[in-house]
């Protein structure tokens, strides 16, 4: 940016994540009593250079500090110009299921880890950021919306987490904004940190992988048990041919995660050789496809789901 040189750049590691410090030179020559206006000019460019570095690390797990020098590396004091229009922060509203913010021993229980938090901010987006009580900065997960959903595998029974909410366009995430950004600016911009803890009994989510939870849900499976199923030896070919279970046995025991991606496998296995692909009229429904649905039906029934489960 015009008015903007970037004099060093130094990358470390720490921490299990990476910190990276921006040091910025305004142009001109240190101001002068008479140059205020213009000092001020140089130090928002600054600014703005600095939000856009920001920005190009934000989400990675990356923290970014940055610093305006004057071209004789003289550090400016951001206290010396006015500060930036900070809109005001959120107020929190709900904590897992308890109105309010509460922070202490007293801080609410949920009896799932599939909760959810949400602010107030009329007439705003906002920006939601949560982590493990007690974590750095490389475990904050931030995401938009106008409700903090927690979904499978986020959080872990009996432990403790906490969250807070900011307006999401306060100019630092506008790429074509006027407005001057720096890291003081953004954490003026934030509701106070809200506590919750999941209860021990709660469900464990954390070994879902990419497995759906309607799916999960809809065979009546629990992520954190395992079940047996017995299996003859024509039902164990089926199974390998249409998934990627690798070794079968008469008798499998695996989680219902596992097996809920198995039953999909199979779904889908079946769907693919029974699509017409060339439309021919006298085309029918290969019988590989018929026999992976109806395995499908049999280890639903024994897992305790539905006879005919919608899966895909």
């Given at each position: 940016m015009a008015g903007t040189v970037r004099r060093r750049t130094a990358v470390r590691c720490s921490a299990g994540f990476a910190a990276v410090a921006v040091v910025l030179a305004a142009a001109g020559s240190a101001p002068a009593p008479t140059e205020a206006d213009s000092a001020v000019a140089r130090y928002l460019a600054c600014l703005r250079e600095a939000r856009k570095i920001a920005d190009r690390y934000r989400g990675d797990g990356i923290r970014v500090n940055?610093?305006?020098?004057?071209?004789?590396?003289?550090?400016?004091?951001?206290?010396?110009?006015?500060?930036?229009?900070?809109?005001?922060?959120?107020?929190?509203?709900?904590?897992?299921?308890h109105r309010g913010c509460v922070t202490g021993p007293g801080r609410p229980v949920t009896a799932t880890a599939l909760t959810s938090a949400s602010a107030t901010a009329p007439g705003e987006e906002i920006w939601y950021e949560w982590q493990p009580l007690g974590g750095v900065d490389s475990d904050t997960t931030g995401t938009g919306g106008p409700v903090l959903e927690f979904r499978p595998g986020d959080l872990a029974p009996g432990h403790s987490y906490r969250w807070r909410a900011r307006v999401l366009d306060t100019g630092e995430e506008r790429d074509d904004s006027d407005t001057p950004w720096s890291m003081a600016d953004y954490e003026r911009g934030w509701s106070p940190w809200c506590e919750f803890t999941v209860s021990a009994a709660a469900v464990d989510y954390t070994g879902?992988?990419?497995?759906?939870?309607?799916?999960?849900?809809?065979?009546?499976?629990?992520?954190?048990?395992?079940?047996?199923v017995s299996l003859s030896g024509r039902q164990q070919r089926l199974l390998r041919a249409g998934t990627d279970v690798g070794r079968t046995g008469a008798r499998m025991t695996l989680t219902g995660p596992r097996w809920t991606d198995l039953l999909v496998q199979l779904s889908q296995s079946a769907v693919f050789l029974a699509e017409n692909i060339d439309g021919d009229e006298d085309f029918t429904t290969p019988p590989e496809s018929i026999a992976y649905r109806k395995l499908v039906d049999t280890i639903s029934v024994e897992l305790g789901g539905p006879r005919h489960p919608r899966l895909s």
């Open positions: 940055v610093a305006c020098l004057w071209p004789d590396d003289v550090p400016i004091d951001p206290k010396l110009f006015p500060p930036v229009a900070v809109k005001p922060a959120p107020t929190p509203v709900v904590t897992v299921g879902m992988g990419d497995v759906s939870l309607e799916a999960l849900t809809e065979l009546g499976l629990r992520p954190d048990r395992t079940y047996t």
